[in-house]
C-alpha cells in the first residue's frame, strides 16, 4: 500500500462533486482523513449516513483547520464568500482547489483571499450528470475523464505535481492550461449547449398548454437528451452563467449568426447548405466515436471504461 498523498483532505460542499470525491478519496486512499462540511444540517446528516467522511462539520473554518489540501466543491457562485471565511484558519503550506465549471473569475474571487504561504491549484473535472446532492455521487465518475488544472502564474510546481497525483488517483487524466482558454472552451463545448438545453425545453413547455401534452408524448430521443441536461441544478448553472458572462456572450453571437444562416437556407430552400453542413456535423461525430470519446450517452461518466474523453467534450445535447 503506497503512502497517502494527504493527511486531511476538506472538502466543502458534498453534493455530486464533492461526494465523489469523497469515495475516491477513501476507496484509492489519497488521504488518511476526510472532513466533510457543508452549510445546512440536513445535507451534512445524508453525507454522515452514507459514510462518506471521517469527520463532519457545520462550520468550514472547523474542516479546514490542520487540513493539507483543501478543495471547494460549491457552486461558482459562492467560493469568494466561502474562501474569505476560511482563509485564517488554513494551515501554513496547505493547497487549496475547487471544481468549478468556471475558472476564471474563481480565480479573481479566491485568490485576494488566500493567505502568504497557501498554494492555489484550481481545477476542473470534465465529468458530471444532471443530478445534484450528496447520494448522487459515485466511485466511477472521474474514470477516464479529464481534469483540467488552471493554476496561477508562479504556483509551486510541487503543488501543481500534489493535485495532479490527486486527479490520476480518482482516474482522471489532466491537463494544464490558463483559465481564459478554459473559460472560452467550455463556453461552447459545456456552457451554451447547457443554455440551448433550457432554452428549448423551455420553449417547448410553454407550447405544451397549446398542444396539450403531445410535445412531452412524442417527444423523441432526441429531445429527450435535450431533457436530461436541462434537468441539471439551476443554481450551479445560474452562476456558470453569470460568471462566464463574456465567454458565453461571445460564443452565443457566433451560434446565434450561424443559426441565422440556416434560417435563410430554409427559407430560400437551399438544400445544399443544410447538406453540406449536416455531412461535416456527422464526420464530426463518427470522429469522436472512432476515437472512443462517445460521452454523448443519457447515462454519460456513469459507466466505467467507456473510452477517453477529451478536454471539452461533449454534454450529452
Ligand atoms: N454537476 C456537474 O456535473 C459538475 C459540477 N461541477 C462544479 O462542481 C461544483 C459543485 O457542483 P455539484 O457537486 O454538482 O453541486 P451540488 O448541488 O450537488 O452540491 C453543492 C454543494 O455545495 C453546498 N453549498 C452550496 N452553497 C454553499 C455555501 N454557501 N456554503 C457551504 N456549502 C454550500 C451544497 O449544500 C451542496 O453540498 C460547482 O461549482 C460546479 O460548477 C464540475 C463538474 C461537473
Ligand atoms: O451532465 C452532463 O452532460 C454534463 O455536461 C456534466 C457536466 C456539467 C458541468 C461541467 O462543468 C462538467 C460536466
Redesign the pocket.
Known amino acids: 500500500m503506497t503512502e497517502p498523498l494527504f493527511d486531511r483532505v476538506a472538502l466543502?460542499?458534498?453534493?455530486?462533486?464533492?461526494?465523489s470525491l469523497a469515495l475516491n478519496i477513501r476507496a484509492n486512499g489519497l488521504a488518511r482523513h476526510i472532513a466533510v462540511?457543508?452549510?445546512?444540517r440536513e445535507?451534512l446528516e445524508k453525507a454522515e449516513a452514507l459514510g462518506l467522511g471521517d469527520s463532519y462539520h457545520l462550520e468550514?473554518t472547523e474542516a479546514v483547520a490542520d487540513a493539507d489540501f483543501v478543495i471547494l466543491?460549491?457552486?461558482?457562485g459562492?467560493?469568494g464568500?466561502?474562501t474569505s471565511e476560511i482563509a485564517p484558519h488554513l494551515k501554513k503550506g496547505a493547497i487549496v482547489s475547487?471544481?468549478?465549471?468556471?475558472k476564471g473569475a474563481v480565480i479573481d474571487q479566491m485568490r485576494p483571499h488566500l493567505p502568504e504561504g497557501v498554494d492555489f491549484v484550481p481545477a476542473?473535472?470534465?465529468?458530471?450528470?444532471?443530478?445534484?446532492?450528496?447520494e448522487?455521487g459515485f466511485l466511477e465518475l472521474f474514470r477516464n475523464r479529464w481534469c483540467i488544472l488552471t493554476p496561477p502564474e508562479g504556483t509551486d510546481p510541487a503543488a501543481i505535481e500534489k493535485v495532479e497525483a490527486f486527479w490520476r488517483g480518482c482516474g482522471s487524466n489532466v491537463e494544464t492550461m490558463t483559465a481564459e482558454h478554459h473559460d472560452l472552451v467550455l463556453a461552447i463545448v459545456s456552457h451554451v449547449p447547457h443554455l440551448i438545453a433550457y432554452n428549448i425545453v423551455g420553449t417547448a413547455a410553454d407550447l405544451e398548454t397549446v398542444t396539450q401534452s403531445e410535445v412531452v408524448k412524442f417527444s423523441a430521443s432526441g429531445f429527450r437528451d435535450f431533457t436530461r441536461i436541462a434537468a441539471?441544478?439551476p443554481?450551479?448553472w445560474r452562476?456558470?452563467f453569470l460568471t462566464n458572462r463574456d465567454a458565453v456572450l461571445e460564443m452565443l453571437a457566433r451560434f446565434s449568426e450561424d443559426l441565422a444562416s440556416l434560417q435563410r437556407a430554409i427559407r430560400w430552400g437551399d438544400g445544399d447548405t443544410l447538406f453540406d453542413l449536416f455531412t461535416r456535423t456527422r464526420a464530426i461525430r463518427r470522429n469522436v466515436i472512432e476515437a472512443g470519446q462517445d460521452t454523448a450517452k443519457p447515462n454519460f461518466g456513469r459507466e466505467p471504461g467507456n473510452g477517453e474523453a477529451a478536454p471539452g467534450e461533449s454534454t450529452g445535447s
Open positions: 466543502i460542499g458534498i453534493g455530486l462533486i464533492g461526494s462540511t457543508t452549510r445546512r445535507t468550514a466543491c460549491v457552486p461558482v459562492v467560493c464568500a466561502i475547487d471544481v468549478g465549471s468556471v476542473h473535472p470534465l465529468a458530471g450528470t444532471e443530478q445534484s446532492g450528496p448522487s441539471s441544478d443554481t450551479m452562476d456558470v
